[in-house]
């Protein structure tokens, strides 16, 4: 009975993204340029599309970036997510309800509005953050390109992921501080210990499954990150700025090396779904111990 139940959400769910997937990996193995787009049938050419890959330095490059920029953008994201957590559950009603109202809001809030209010806020000519930091006399930042040097660049695309990425963790986190026995918080604050040890001993064992998840999402969503990149740069990012997505996305189109690009796609996909292989089995153990 189970499995007839799951029978038609598992027949759509193949439908929607089984085929693609499928096609993706069937057009991986082939060269498929502008010649064979137009006309319309790709020349088989086995696993070349992936021995290209692996000899590819710009790849490893990008793949390592990617790397770097999701672990920071995750690693902050747990980080300010449950500190506002943990001053959610301190509050009073009033200033929860109006802190979680604006969590929510910038939940909300389209992906490339947001972007391009970044984009404004750090404008080399009209930007009110350059603006901020000289009238502040932190330094003479009139017309700063914050861009031109690729590492603060993706730090700001990276603390634009953070700041949508924390409503959603702040918020799950502390939907489970709510569910922390008080009697533990209790006893363990009459023996003793203060607020860092009660977490590390106590909340962090109990809200453990919850990271796992949470961590596990947001590698999922970082890793793939393209909207913030792509808008953040006109459209056009030097390839200084390329993580997976967007290096997968330029030789695909830019390019014209379908083939190669959805060799490209096709080692995110094995990536994430090593990462979705965590987060499923930790699921199931939730599951099994409730």
Avoid: C
């Avoid at 029978?7 to 991986?28: D, E, N, Q, R, T």
């Avoid at 049938?41 to 696993?47: A, D, R, S, Y």
């Avoid at 965590?278 to 111990?289: H, L, N, T, W």
């Amino acid at each position: 009975m189970p499995y007839l139940l799951l029978s038609p959400a598992s027949i759509v769910i193949a439908g929607v993204l089984g085929y693609p997937l499928y096609f993706l990996g069937k057009l991986s193995f082939q060269r498929y340029g502008l010649p064979e787009l137009i006309a319309h049938e790709g020349t088989w050419i086995g696993i070349d599309n992936f021995s290209r890959i692996v000899h590819d330095d710009e790849f490893w490059r990008v793949l390592g970036r990617t790397i770097v920029f999701t672990a920071g953008a995750v690693s902050l994201t747990m980080i300010f997510g449950t500190l506002i957590a943990l001053l959610l559950a301190r509050l009073g009603s009033f200033m929860r309800l109006f802190l979680t109202t604006g969590l929510v809001l910038v939940w909300a809030m389209p992906v490339v509005v947001a972007v391009n209010i970044w984009v404004w806020m750090f404008d080399f000519e009209f930007g009110v953050f350059n603006w901020a930091l000289t009238e502040l006399g932190v330094g003479d930042y009139i017309h700063h390109d914050w861009f031109e040097n690729p590492t603060t660049g993706l730090a700001i695309i990276m603390a634009v992921v953070v700041w949508g990425a924390i409503p959603f963790v702040a918020i799950t986190i502390f939907a489970g501080l709510t569910q922390v026995p008080k009697e533990l918080v209790e006893a363990a604050s009459i023996d003793g210990a203060n607020g860092a040890r009660i977490f590390r001993d106590i909340t962090l064992p109990l809200l453990k499954p919850i990271f796992v998840i949470l961590a596990s999402l947001s590698i999922i969503w970082d890793f793939q990150v393209f909207n913030q990149v792509w808008i953040m740069r006109g459209n056009n990012p030097s390839s200084d700025y390329y993580l997976m997505s967007i290096y997968a996305f330029v030789e695909s189109f830019r390019l014209s090396e379908y083939g190669y690009g959805a060799a490209v796609a096709l080692v995110m996909v094995a990536i994430m779904f090593s990462v979705t292989f965590v987060y499923i089995r930790q699921m199931v153990r939730i599951g099994e111990v409730r």
